[in-house]
């Protein structure tokens, strides 16, 4: 297998965190998003995704993009150990907490937004405050979610990793990349601090990766 990505990419981070704790072997690819570099915006990416975003993994025939279908299919194709709970109800609530960070936080500061939020005039203290806006909205819904759902932890649905750990603890790194005090999400911090003890997870981090300077 082959997965595309880039250091900093929070979603190649989620991707990363699945093929480790599944025990896949794969090769990285870099594709860097750096502003003065945008490899991902050339045609040669382009070939292997149209959408010119990451991760996309490579795996025989099929190639797949999207952070989320590709946790998925490696569920799938790679069910040991387990990514989802096996209770239908447990299975929704962690799609719920994954899909609360993939879709309604992370693409309102992805390069692609930040890039754009600059054509359109905001000066980078404009674009901080803006990412740390809806950083700190998403983090303080998913607090009240993981409450509401009686969180016992050590993990956001009990005593097993699933894709909601695999959003949050990028997520949480974006947060500290940005700035953004995470004093009001105690939870979170201690499933965070749960999560990076593991050794997907700690292979996983950003810094630990090839292409990082």
């Known amino acids: 297998m082959k997965l595309y990505g880039y250091w900093r990419s929070s979603a190649a981070y989620r991707v990363r965190i699945a093929l480790n704790l599944k025990g896949l072997d794969y090769e990285t690819v870099s ?10 915006r050339g045609a040669a990416f382009r070939a292997v995704n149209p959408q010119a975003r990451i991760p996309v993994l490579v795996d025989g025939e099929l190639t797949l993009s999207q952070s989320l279908a590709i946790l ?13 709970p096996a209770n239908r109800e447990a299975r929704a609530f962690a799609r ?35 990412c740390r806006h809806w950083i700190a909205e998403g983090l303080t819904t998913f607090e009240k979610l993981l409450a509401d759902g009686g969180a016992s932890g050590p993990y956001c649905l009990g005593g097993d990793v699933t894709i909601a750990d695999m959003c949050l ?6 947060a500290r990349r940005f700035e953004v005090p995470l004093d009001d999400w105690p939870t979170l911090r201690v499933v965070e601090e749960n999560c990076l003890k593991l ?10 990766q090839p292409d990082a300077p």
Not at 31 to 40: F, G, M, Q, S, T
Not at 72 to 84: G, N, R, T
Not at 101 to 110: M, R
Not at 200 to 208: G, L
């Open 169 to 174: 603890v990028p997520q949480i790194y974006n």
């Open 96 to 130: 719920q907490l994954a899909l609360t960070i993939a879709c309604d936080v992370h693409p309102l500061q992805n390069s692609g937004v930040l890039l754009y939020l600059a054509e359109l005039g905001l000066v980078e203290p404009q674009r901080v405050r803006w």
């Open 72 to 84: 998925e299919y490696l569920e799938d194709k790679y069910p040991e150990p387990p990514i989802l």
């Open 199 to 208: 050794e997907a997870f700690d292979r996983a981090r950003p810094e630990r």
């Open 31 to 40: 594709v860097n998003l750096a502003p003065a570099v945008r490899e991902h």
